[in-house]
């Protein structure tokens, strides 16, 4: 593992705002797609009711970010895994662990619905971000953070990804992506084939071992991620400005409506994972460009919340139950206000969350660890 100079280090490309601003949407909806009856939503009651694959979404972006980011250093041999994945650990935990401290109510009904080894193995693998390997735990002490363990996963490969071959061509590149999209939907295809569960129907209320596995485990997302940093390389061949950016969101953002507005139609294996790759490719590169969509999406305010989008996501869920299981609204004569006013509590405490827990929190980590890594060194 070679030394990387800190100037090296510190080099990073311009940010992609358009991208933070859809994060906002994309947090809020899985938001809602928890907490509220889609029908509230009129014409976009679809998109609530199929929040499910703004997840699949934000696992692409992850790899695109970090392709974006990272693969012309790691082609290069400037980029230093170790200080990549505590890096990635800084960002991460903090919030993650908060997170399970809210989820600490939960442990009396997770002792009751699993057995005393399934139990003592969730509580041991969930604070080391191992439980998405296990089904049956994914969604141990807080439903959202099997993404965590998905993610943490794919932080530890991303540095051999990374290192892949840059393209020179775009046409045997979108054949291996074309590839990689076919392979992501192999899981669900052979879910639908082989129906392991005996589920006549499945959807987002089904339960099943096999479409657990599917939905939480990071193997059947690992093609969306590795087509994101694939995308990462993609976006580099063309140019910022070129015009057909803003055709691509376009048609990427009619796709994934006209998608969902099929509902029971399309087969909630497939859509759960893979099938949406290109359509988020195109909704991606469109907003990584510089045109009218990208700028509409690049507003300071839905950027600002945008960037406290991972601690509405990793926090929402305990945190809509902590404050309906203290009856809190109810005492203060609030309650006719909602849920609208629990979805405005959940925004503004991920955007305390970011300012007062998850930055403080990571430069002390980082702190630490340098301090850490110079006595070590010494």
Known sequence: MSFVPAATETRKPAPLKALTGLRCFAAVNILLFHFSNPK????????????????????????????????????????????????????????????????????????????????????????????????????????????????????FIFPWLARWKKPTRIRPHLLKMTAVWALGTVPGALYMVFNPDGIAHPDRWSYGHWLWALKYTPYGHLCSFVFGVMLANLDAMFSRTHRV????????????????????????????????????AFIILGLAGENPLARGLSVRPLVFIGESSYCLYMLHFNLWKLLHRSHLLDRLGLSRFDPWLSYGLMIAMAIFALHFIEKPAQRKLRQWLHATNVLRTA
Request: proline share 5%.
């Open 40 to 155: 509230w939503f009129g014409f976009m009651a679809p998109v609530v009711d199929s929040g499910y694959i703004a997840v699949s979404y934000f696992i692409m972006l992850s790899g695109f970010v970090l392709g974006y980011n990272y693969n012309e250093r790691a082609r290069n041999g400037e980029l230093d895994r170790k200080r990549f994945w505590e890096a990635r650990f800084t960002r991460i935990y903090p919030i993650y662990f908060l997170s399970l401290l809210l989820g600490l109510g939960n442990l009396r009904g997770e002792y009751g619905s699993h057995t005393h080894a399934m139990f003592w193995t969730g509580l041991v693998l969930t604070p080391l971000l191992l439980q998405g390997f296990i089904p049956a735990i994914a969604t141990f002490m807080n439903t959202p953070a099997w993404t965590m363990s998905a993610e943490a996963f794919y932080y």
């Open 245 to 280: 950016r803003l055709w691509m969101g376009l048609a990427g953002f009619a796709g994934i409506y006209l998608f969902v507005c099929q509902g029971p139609r399309v087969p909630f294996a497939l859509a759960h994972d893979g099938l949406l790759m290109p359509l988020f």
